[in-house]
């Protein structure tokens, strides 16, 4: 008799397989563009400040710090991180520069896309864009690459300002006002290194299509708040490159989105969960071991649905931007406000870590979680800082315990899958404890 497969135990959705095809042609497209003269542009993830204008301009885009997810995944990026350090850069610099650094590298040697690189690889770029927002390695990172590659390297900037200042509307007006003075120098340069002049129709059609992209995925999580949760985090992480960097169309991510939402919503309706037998609603921050997705599936397989993640992976709030007429200064709203949209009710909490700590108390209480993994990268200090506060005030504030794996998103050396696993029954421990607590203390879950 044959013996039965076993049943997966995350229950992933379907619609994720296309929208996932979709952005993974983002790669292919780069290549061809290459192929046929079309410009192409390396870009840090700079949450849409720069992307409407390089669609809009018809820029192929792909996105150095996406390609390190994708070579860890497929197990190549050791050597391209060996390559990196080889070439004299620090061991301890973030992970997907050393990646893009080691690829590039290699690129240059062959003077060719490297036969072994996953997903076509990335072309040769004639503009390499970098964002002022958030990471320590950051512009730096594309001014080393002028060692390989002769591209000029421009900067978009977003002002980081404290919660208690985000109180002053007249602080608001300023950075947005210095936001769409960058924007406006940036689109002059993009026209001289065209050599055409931008459409403004197709921009504001396209900041318009990627606000309701990002909209639209907004609402898709919301549903996630739902018990049982009907989506998992594996799929949050194989979809969010559509909106997070904005791979293909606008339009057909919008299509794409939409069917997800539908079988999301029919999930929520029907009481259809993404883990079947849901103990505990799980929290993760930040980036995931991508070498190592498969620990999710085996705690998965101890009732862990990880329902919400990663705050700076997710859209803004949405806000009504319509009345805004010019494009360049709805695209500064929008990216302020994914800075800046917890700060309100952080302020009033008085927790002025307001991006990268406080999501995740209102996450946790909105989302009712049981407890949460923190991951720590040992090359990316943005994405750990704030951790082990994290961790104190969920336990203290919400009675919400942790579990921390310490690892990377590119180094598989760093991480230690069966510690981790073994951890995981200390924490299930700790759950059942504070669900009690919770109770006790009349916290809503």
Not at 339 to 351: I, N, R, S, V
Request: aromatic share 12%; charged share 25%.
């Amino acid at each position: 008799m044959m013996e039965q497969k076993k049943k997966k135990a995350i229950n992933r959705l379907q619609t994720m397989y296309p929208l996932r095809a979709n952005i993974d042609k983002m790669y292919e497209r780069g290549v061809e563009a290459s192929k046929t003269g079309k410009p192409t542009a390396w870009c840090m993830v700079n949450w849409w400040e720069a992307d409407p204008i390089l669609k809009a301009m018809d820029v192929e885009v792909v996105y150095p710090e996406n390609y390190g997810a994708v070579c860890a995944a497929f197990g190549t990026a050791p050597a391209y991180l060996d390559r990196s350090d080889a070439d004299g850069f620090p061991t301890h610099m973030c992970g997907y520069a050393r990646n893009c650094i080691g690829y590039t590298s290699r690129m240059t040697e062959l003077g060719q896309i490297p036969p072994e690189a996953p997903m076509g690889g990335m072309a040769k770029p004639f503009l390499l864009l970098c964002s002022g927002a958030l990471c320590d390695a950051r512009y730096k990172w594309f001014q080393a690459l002028g060692r390989y590659l002769d591209a000029p390297v421009w900067t978009v900037e977003i002002p980081h300002i404290g919660v208690a200042e985000s109180q002053d509307p007249a602080t608001r007006a300023q950075v947005i006002k210095f936001m769409v003075k960058e924007l406006g120098e940036f689109v002059k340069f993009m026209e001289r290194m065209l050599n055409k002049k931008m459409d403004w129709d197709k921009l504001a059609e396209v900041t318009d299509d990627l606000i309701k992209v990002n909209r639209l995925w907004h609402e898709i999580n919301e549903l996630r708040k739902a018990r049982p949760c009907p989506m998992h985090s594996r799929d949050f992480w194989s979809c969010m490159n559509a909106s997070l960097y904005p791979a293909g169309d606008p339009k057909e991510s919008l299509k794409l989105y939409q069917d997800m939402y539908t079988e999301v919503k029919d999930r929520v309706d029907k009481k259809i969960g993404a883990v079947a037998n849901e103990k505990y609603r799980m929290l993760f921050a930040e980036l995931p071991p991508w070498h190592d997705l498969k620990i999710f599936d085996e705690l998965a397989d101890r009732g862990w649905n990880f329902v919400v993640e990663s705050w700076a992976y997710h859209p803004a709030k949405p806000i009504d931007t319509t009345k805004v007429s010019n494009p360049l200064e709805r695209i500064a709203a929008e990216t302020y406000h994914w800075l800046t949209g917890y700060f309100d009710e952080a302020y009033k909490a008085k927790e002025y870590m307001g991006y990268f700590a406080y999501p995740y108390l209102e996450w946790a209480r909105t989302y009712q979680c049981d407890g949460g993994l923190l991951h720590p990268l040992l090359t990316c200090r943005t994405a750990t800082n704030h951790l082990m506060l994290i961790q104190d005030r969920l336990l203290n504030k919400l009675k919400v315990p942790t579990l921390v794996a310490e690892g990377d998103i590119v180094d598989l050396k760093l991480f230690n899958h069966a510690e981790t696993m073994r951890k995981a029954e200390t924490l299930e421990e700790m759950m059942d404890h504070y669900k009690q607590k919770r109770r006790d203390e009349g916290l809503e879950w």
